[in-house]
């Protein structure tokens, strides 16, 4: 994982609506924003953004780029993803949404193979207030500290990072891995990468109905985790079953039962492994403390 | 979008997966000229399970018994579902009866192969025993090799099973689906294999780059339509309760916490939609700013949503600039309204806003006139709050 302010970065999909906000946002907030791919637009710039047809041509431009945030319609999500891949761009963050599921079956086989790190799709990518940010996070509400946040959800994280500021809890990094029925990295990379992260002291996990990536994550968090956790799941009184636009009719199938993806399931699952779960999101800041002090 | 089984045998035949001889009957004359010799069996071509045990599955020696039968199949409602058509189709004299499917599976985050020996009517009974291969690499037919021997096939049948796996992972591919099922596979006497039914569960997001099945879709879509009112919310992702509280959020799992909140507060919501269009596959790209005006549209409309309860944050657009939409809808709202409006429906707005220009955005809205001003505030515990006592204050002046 490499995130620092010096990390050159691309953005795939130029030319959609509001990505040069974003993109000067991202500058704003000290992301080196080096270069635009938007076939067709080549040899524009966007302010101080240079904007090319190929990412081959911003790699010959630019030099070698650590990370590309994609921004491409659906359907050409996945030819984006190659692209980069193809010239050595070994982390993804996708922002778009609508992906079909079996191009993300492709492009996990090939990150894999490749050792690449891919964020999304439907994610609205990392922020480490105060220091960098890769993707739509509103900076508004963060603050920089020692609370590192891994969530399924986007907007709902930028609630929870608010109601931490609010309350004096900065945040070392806030990263939301999308909430498709098959995404590109897991919450358990993640909770790795949160662990092994020295500016961590704790970590707050928020989960939604679908899957069983929450599962996981509570077995792997009682087995291996030593900094304290906080979980928040959204959707206890969401009907059950509802796949949400995502896609979620892959989910349960033969010997899952019939509990898997539920709340429920995932609560449990934190019950067993000792994991205190927030109510709402305004009780978070109150269990991180506590657990600190505990701690 | 789940397809019949005539139109997943339709492709079946295109792919070389072997079926029966088969034709498709709109209407019960259409049995006068069927081309498939008696005896035939006449099957309900609906969307729903259980067919069989709910009578939708008749085997019919005659003319007059097919009619008779395709009558009485075409008036019977399958939990609710009436066939447009039915299926008549030959009959076949099975030795054995397999379970083969390729599924989408999100945790292996791969195609998955399932397969049991014991299909058709054994398959519940038999659900612990199916057998899977994950599809790590690229597809090879070795694969489907590995799927047809964990089923405990020998000799020829594992070549005659895997190479319907192999084209049903074809089918899978091309056609983006989340899951193809063949139940059951019939395996006669002589070890040949026969598809008799089929299920098929095209990936919805995939749709719009196959214009065959868009067509489906469309032709679909119009149907369901016209039977249910509710078509204004079908490009939304809702959730529909019959409360007093209507919610909009920006974002699939804000939209949950705030229903979560509600409820738990002890409000009883009503239609919750969700304003980030996260599926926006088809319908070009609809501005944050109209989405919520649709969606204030939508809430207003329904006459038993007392109150509406927005919850929203983000950067893109700004809580000045929501704000201003807001603002003129309900400018717009009262003016078109004109002097009936007491007489009309106007639900109170509740509205969570959050941000730097919170303030601004706040007094741009409660400086409006007109009756019915909306409470906005930043705290999201607070608006709940109040969305829920508005909701019991507003129910008890009514009684």
Redesign the interface.
């Known amino acids: 994982m490499k995130l620092t302010p010096e990390s050159k970065v691309l953005i795939q999909g130029f030319e959609q609506?509001?990505v040069s906000?974003?993109a000067q946002?991202m500058k704003a907030y000290g992301t080196n924003v080096v270069a635009g791919v938007s076939s067709g637009s080549g040899g524009k710039k966007d302010r101080d953004i240079p904007i090319f047809d190929l990412v081959e041509q911003a790699v010959t431009a630019v030099g070698a780029i650590d990370t590309t945030i994609i921004f491409t319609p659906?359907?050409e999500v996945l030819d984006a993803a190659l692209e980069a891949i193809a010239f050595g761009i070994r982390q993804i963050i996708i922002v778009s949404?609508?992906?079909?599921?079996?191009d993300?079956?492709q492009l996990?086989?090939k990150a894999e193979a490749c050792d690449t790190l891919v964020l999304g799709p439907?994610s609205p990518g990392i922020i480490i207030p105060g220091k960098i940010l890769l993707g739509?996070y509103?900076?508004?509400?963060h603050l920089p500290g020692s609370i590192g946040i891994v969530?399924?959800?986007?907007?709902?994280?930028?609630?929870i990072a608010?109601e931490l500021t609010v309350s004096g809890l900065g945040q070392s990094i806030c990263v939301s891995i999308g909430?498709d029925?098959?995404?590109g990295s897991s919450l358990l990379q993640w909770l790795q990468i949160l662990d092994e992260d020295e500016n961590t002291d704790a970590i707050v996990l928020?989960g939604?109905?679908?899957?069983?990536s929450e599962e996981t994550a509570a077995r792997y968090i009682a087995e291996a985790i030593d900094k304290p956790v906080v979980a928040y799941i959204?959707?206890?009184?969401?009907?059950v079953g509802?796949n949400?636009?995502?896609?979620g009719?892959?989910?349960a199938?033969?010997?899952r039962g019939m509990d898997f993806g539920t709340v429920q399931s995932k609560l449990d699952a934190f019950k067993a492994a000792k994991i205190p779960v927030a109510?709402?999101?305004?009780e978070i800041p109150e269990l991180i403390n506590q657990a600190l002090t505990k701690k | 979008m789940d397809l019949l089984e005539y139109q997943a045998k339709k492709w079946f035949r295109e792919i070389a997966i072997p079926i029966l001889p088969s034709q498709k009957i709109d209407h019960p004359r259409d049995l006068k000229t069927l081309k498939v010799p008696y005896p035939v069996v006449l099957k309900s071509q609906v969307h729903t399970g259980g067919r069989s045990k709910a009578g939708g599955v008749r085997f019919v020696s005659t003319t007059i018994d097919a009619i008779a039968a395709a009558q009485n199949i075409f008036n019977l409602p399958i939990l609710g579902e009436l066939p447009e058509v039915l299926l008549a189709e030959a009959k076949y004299e099975t030795d054995r009866e397999f379970y083969l499917a390729v599924v989408l599976d999100g945790v292996a985050r791969r195609p998955v192969l399932l397969g049991s020996p014991q299909g058709g009517i054994h398959l519940e009974s038999a659900w612990d025993k199916i057998e899977c291969v994950v599809v790590e690499q690229e597809f090879s037919p070795f694969y489907a090799r590995r799927l047809a021997v964990k089923m405990g096939l020998e000799g020829a049948l594992i070549q005659s099973v895997s190479a319907i796996i192999e084209k049903m992972y074809r089918l899978f591919v091309e056609k983006d689906l989340d899951l193809l099922e063949i139940n059951p596979l019939g395996v006669s006497a002589k070890g040949e294999v026969m598809a008799l039914d089929g299920k098929v569960t095209v990936n919805d997001r995939a749709i719009e780059r196959h214009p065959e099945i868009a067509a489906m879709a469309a032709k679909m879509a119009s149907r369901t339509n016209n039977k249910e009112k509710n078509g204004a919310l079908s490009n939304w992702d809702s959730v529909e309760r019959h409360g007093k509280i209507g919610i909009l959020a920006n974002g699939t799992g804000l939209l949950m916490t705030t229903l979560d909140l509600v409820t738990n507060a002890g409000g009883k919501p009503a239609t919750c939609l969700n304003l980030t269009n996260g599926f926006a596959v088809g319908t070009g790209f609809i501005s944050f700013e109209e989405r919520l005006e649709q969606g204030l549209q939508i809430l207003t409309q329904d006459k038993g949503i007392q109150v509406i309860m927005l919850n929203l944050i983000g950067s893109f657009p700004t809580a000045l600039e929501v704000a201003d939409v807001i603002a003129n809808f309900l400018q717009h709202r009262d003016s078109s309204n004109g002097t009936k409006s007491r007489a009309l429906h106007h639900p109170r707005l509740i509205i969570r806003l959050a941000g730097n220009d919170f303030s601004a955005a706040q007094r741009r809205l409660i400086e409006l006139d007109g009756q019915n001003v909306p409470i906005v505030l930043e705290n999201l515990d607070e608006a709940v709050a109040e969305a829920v006592r508005l909701a019991k204050s507003i129910t008890a002046r009514r009684l």
């Open positions: 609506p509001l906000n974003y946002q659906s359907y949404t609508g992906v079909p599921p079996l993300l079956v996990v086989r439907n739509t509103p900076q508004e509400y969530s399924r959800s986007s907007t709902l994280t930028y609630e608010r909430n029925g098959i995404t928020v939604e109905p679908g899957g069983s959204a959707g206890i009184h969401a009907p509802k949400w636009g995502h896609t009719a892959l989910a199938f033969i010997g109510e709402r999101p305004s």
